[in-house]
T-cell receptor, first 108, second 112 residues
Framework: KNEVEQSPQNLTAQEGEFITINCSYSVGISALHWLQQHPGGGIVSLFMLSSGKKKHGRLIATINIQEKHSSLHITASHPRDSAVYICAAYTNAGKSTFGDGTTLTVKP | DTGVSQDPRHKITKRGQNVTFRCDPISEHNRLYWYRQTLGQGPEFLTYFQNEAQLEKSRLLSDRFSAERPKGSFSTLEIQRTEQGDSAMYLC??????????FGSGTRLTVV
């Protein structure tokens, strides 16, 4: 069992739909990191959160420390949101353990 | 500041050769990280520096791998006696403590 698990592995949505990607972790963390990776492109940090909720534009990330679970939500999804979304458990020691990513495809 | 720079972008090397990659982080960032990513997988943590000190090192980093950050600015990652299994994208990232986390574009290594 991976220390960081994401679901679903693949997700296809229609433009405008509300998207949820889930991340569960079994390691102790200081923060949970959400990343976005476009095909052939670099990795962009979306959120680093240790409690509660963060919002940036149409993206919302939540974390439940007791349940060791985080979710990334995308409201009013758009084809340009198509990418791989990766969560990572970040420790105080600076080490990150990554999930295998969720491939999101948003169709127009 | 143009972000995190990695050099070279691509490297093709013969098995058994040594290779060295360079990462220039964002200047005010004190933390620098190296990761490896193979196709279809999430990144794997390799090592991490806080200023010039290497504070954490993955078990993935065999004796053939070494990383330095001599003056707390740029970092190098060297792989000695490369093997085909070393073929991957090598990613560098930097942050100021846990803030402003920024990835470089990576160095793609192909060992033939």
């Amino acid at each position: 069992k991976n220390e960081v698990e994401q679901s679903p592995q693949n997700l296809t949505a229609q433009e405008g739909e509300f998207i949820t990607i889930n991340c569960s972790y079994s390691v102790g963390i200081s923060a949970l990191h959400w990343l976005q990776q476009h095909p052939g492109g670099g990795i962009v940090s979306l959120f680093m959160l240790s409690s509660g909720k963060k919002k940036h534009g149409r993206l919302i990330a939540t974390i439940n420390i007791q349940e060791k679970h985080s979710s990334l939500h995308i409201t009013a999804s758009h084809p340009r949101d198509s990418a791989v979304y990766i969560c990572a458990a970040y420790t105080n020691a600076g080490k990150s353990t990554f999930g295998d990513g969720t491939t999101l495809t948003v169709k127009p | 500041d143009t972000g995190v720079s990695q050099d070279p972008r691509h490297k093709i090397t013969k098995r058994g050769q040594n290779v060295t990659f360079r990462c220039d982080p964002i200047s005010e960032h004190n933390r620098l990280y190296w990761y490896r990513q193979t196709l279809g997988q999430g990144p794997e943590f390799l090592t991490y520096f806080q200023n010039e000190a290497q504070l954490e090192k993955s078990r993935l980093l065999s004796d053939r791998f070494s990383a330095e950050r001599p003056k707390g600015s740029f970092s190098t990652l060297e792989i000695q006696r490369t093997e085909q299994g070393d073929s991957a994208m090598y990613l560098c990232a930097s942050s100021l403590w846990q803030d402003g986390y920024t990835f470089g574009s990576g160095t793609r290594l192909t060992v033939v």
